[in-house]
């Protein structure tokens, strides 16, 4: 039986309670999607996930929200302002439905800026320009998450955005960012649906375990969405000795959690100075 007073505390509730009513009790109850947050349209899920189905996309959103919240040190929802670093349609906004603090979205397709805006009313969402400076001011967020954004950066995009999250973050704040490390690349080598998912050349695997034993980095570049004159898109694999020596530069590095979202990407804990 729904308890609607329960569920309307939203991210604020109980959290195995709200991912549980989001991965089937929504879907499963007369009238349960009404306490969920809205889905975008097919056309724009798709876009930013591959995914063309409510419940595959709330599925998606609750095993990142749960591979977030075991990283984190602290309760997300006792957080008093996130930045959602790449916000797309939602998948991971959706789930803080209820939020008390400020949640603020950035992404570069003003598309999904604008559907965000229009039906996630707790979200303050933004339209930002590859390669341009956040549009905030410092130090005003205590929590940055950023899903599935690093995993498709050149190393000076990656740098300059590493920059940018630092100067955006308050003092301790803590960071969830995701990236393609030594389980991703595992998988790559030894599943062929997982390489055919990655769309990428057959040599770059190789190529990136030997870059894994001397930089660390490796980006392979596709025609993607964002390739531009001034922007790269692809699919980027780091080593966690890569992360300890670079992203070291801007934070402090508090622990890697290899395959911590669908066995697959990893989570980097990461505090501000």
Same mark, same amino acid.
């Given at each position: 039986?729904?308890?609607?007073?329960?569920?309307?505390?939203?991210?604020?509730?109980?959290?195995?309670?709200?991912?549980?009513?989001?991965?089937?009790?929504?879907?499963?109850?007369?009238?349960?999607?009404?306490?969920?947050?809205?889905?975008?349209?097919?056309?724009?899920?798709?876009?930013?996930?591959?995914? #063309?189905?409510?419940?595959?996309?709330?599925?998606?959103?609750?095993?990142?929200?749960?591979?977030?919240?075991?990283?984190?040190?602290?309760?997300?929802?006792?957080?008093?302002?996130?930045?959602?670093?790449?916000?797309?349609?939602?998948?991971?906004?959706?789930?803080?439905?209820?939020?008390?603090?400020?949640?603020?979205?950035?992404?570069?397709?003003?598309?999904?800026?604008?559907?965000?805006?229009?039906?996630?009313?707790?979200?303050?969402?933004?339209? #930002?320009?590859?390669?341009?400076?956040?549009?905030?001011?410092?130090?005003?967020?205590?929590?940055?998450?950023?899903?599935?954004?690093? #995993?498709?950066?050149?190393?000076?995009?990656?740098?300059?955005?590493?920059?940018?999250?630092?100067?955006?973050?308050?003092?301790?704040?803590?960071?969830?960012?995701?990236?393609?490390?030594?389980?991703?690349?595992?998988?790559?080598?030894?599943?062929?649906?997982?390489?055919?998912?990655?769309?990428?050349?057959?040599?770059?695997?190789?190529?990136?375990?030997?870059?894994?034993?001397?930089?660390?980095?490796?980006?392979?570049?596709?025609?993607?969405?964002?390739?531009?004159?001034?922007?790269?898109?692809?699919?980027?694999?780091?080593?966690?000795?890569?992360?300890?020596?670079?992203?070291?530069?801007?934070?402090?590095?508090?622990?890697?959690?290899?395959?911590?979202?669908?066995?697959?990407?990893?989570?980097?804990?990461?505090?501000?100075?």
């Amino acid at each position: 039986m729904l308890d609607a007073d329960k569920i309307a505390a939203g991210i604020n509730g109980d959290l195995q309670d709200w991912l549980a009513f989001n991965l089937t009790g929504a879907f499963a109850l007369p009238d349960g999607l009404k306490h969920v947050a809205p889905f975008p349209p097919a056309e724009l899920m798709q876009n930013t996930t591959g995914l #063309t189905s409510n419940s595959d996309f709330a599925s998606h959103g609750c095993d990142i929200l749960k591979a977030l919240s075991s990283a984190s040190d602290k309760p997300l929802r006792e957080f008093d302002a996130v930045l959602d670093f790449g916000v797309g349609v939602g998948r991971l906004a959706r789930m803080f439905k209820g939020f008390r603090g400020r949640y603020a979205g950035v992404d570069v397709d003003r598309r999904h800026v604008e559907w965000v805006a229009s039906a996630l009313k707790y979200v303050d969402a933004y339209a #930002t320009e590859p390669g341009y400076t956040l549009p905030f001011r410092g130090a005003c967020f205590d929590c940055v998450i950023s899903v599935s954004v690093f #995993t498709h950066m050149n190393e000076r995009d990656q740098r300059f955005y590493l920059g940018e999250l630092a100067r955006v973050a308050n003092s301790g704040a803590t960071l969830l960012l995701t990236v393609h490390g030594e389980r991703a690349l595992i998988r790559a080598e030894t599943e062929p649906q997982i390489f055919e998912m990655l769309w990428v050349p057959a040599e770059s695997i190789p190529q990136t375990r030997a870059a894994f034993s001397t930089s660390g980095f490796n980006f392979i570049l596709q025609q993607g969405h964002l390739t531009s004159s001034r922007y790269e898109y692809g699919i980027t694999f780091i080593s966690s000795e890569y992360i300890k020596r670079v992203w070291s530069d801007y934070f402090d590095i508090v622990r890697l959690c290899p395959g911590a979202i669908h066995d697959f990407q990893d989570v980097v804990v990461l505090r501000a100075r």
